[in-house]
């Protein structure tokens, strides 16, 4: 097993983060005088892509919009969850469409990539729901059955 030293982990997040920033464009000049009104969208989209929050708006966004963008039946049945490294984890309200879903991937993928959100996904994950569980309370023991070990 090899052991990470995070110093050395953060030492070198900090210097390619660095060497990003210099090689960074200088930000827009202001069109009028210091202390001239501007419009907060102009202000806001500065900030935006000053701190490269695109990437994180256009998921947010796709979150937000996600029923209009795979329609209303597939909605109802379907939840985006998380994306992470260009993963969508998507939970489904049975197996069953979790089985229809996954044969539509590469269609719903595509309609994902061509929605004016911008976000980046490049592979779908479908989980179904989750087991109901059988423990109750805060103590258990070790492969029991639990309320069903009395049936027989």
Same mark, same amino acid.
């Given at each position: 097993?090899?052991?990470?030293?995070?110093?050395?982990? @953060? +030492?070198?997040? +900090?210097?390619?983060?660095?060497?990003? !920033?210099?090689?960074? *464009?200088? #930000? $827009? =000049?202001?069109?009028? =005088?210091?202390?001239? #009104?501007?419009? /907060?969208?102009?202000?806001?989209?500065? &900030?935006?892509?000053?701190?490269?929050?695109?990437?994180? @708006?256009?998921?947010?966004? &796709? +979150?937000?919009?996600?029923?209009?963008?795979?329609?209303?039946?597939?909605?109802?049945?379907?939840?985006?969850?998380? /994306?992470?490294?260009?993963?969508?984890?998507? =939970?489904?309200?049975?197996?069953?469409?979790? $089985?229809?879903?996954?044969?539509?991937?590469?269609?719903?993928?595509?309609?994902?990539?061509?929605? #004016?959100?911008?976000?980046?996904?490049?592979?779908?994950? +479908?989980?179904? *729901?989750?087991? #109901?569980?059988?423990? !109750?309370?805060?103590? %258990?023991?070790?492969?029991?059955?639990? *309320?069903?070990? %009395?049936?027989?």
């Amino acid at each position: 097993m090899d052991k990470r030293d995070l110093a050395l982990d @953060l +030492f070198k997040n +900090f210097k390619s983060s660095a060497v990003r !920033k210099i090689n960074k *464009p200088a #930000p $827009t =000049q202001r069109s009028g =005088q210091p202390g001239d #009104p501007e419009l /907060i969208s102009g202000v806001l989209n500065n &900030l935006i892509s000053e701190r490269e929050w695109d990437s994180g @708006l256009a998921e947010g966004n &796709l +979150f937000i919009t996600w029923a209009t963008i795979v329609g209303a039946d597939i909605a109802a049945h379907a939840t985006p969850i998380s /994306i992470m490294d260009g993963v969508l984890t998507i =939970q489904t309200s049975s197996s069953a469409w979790a $089985t229809q879903l996954t044969l539509v991937a590469n269609d719903l993928l595509s309609t994902i990539k061509n929605d #004016p959100s911008g976000a980046t996904i490049s592979k779908l994950i +479908f989980i179904g *729901p989750h087991a #109901p569980s059988w423990k !109750k309370g805060i103590r %258990t023991i070790r492969n029991a059955r639990g *309320p069903r070990d %009395t049936y027989g």
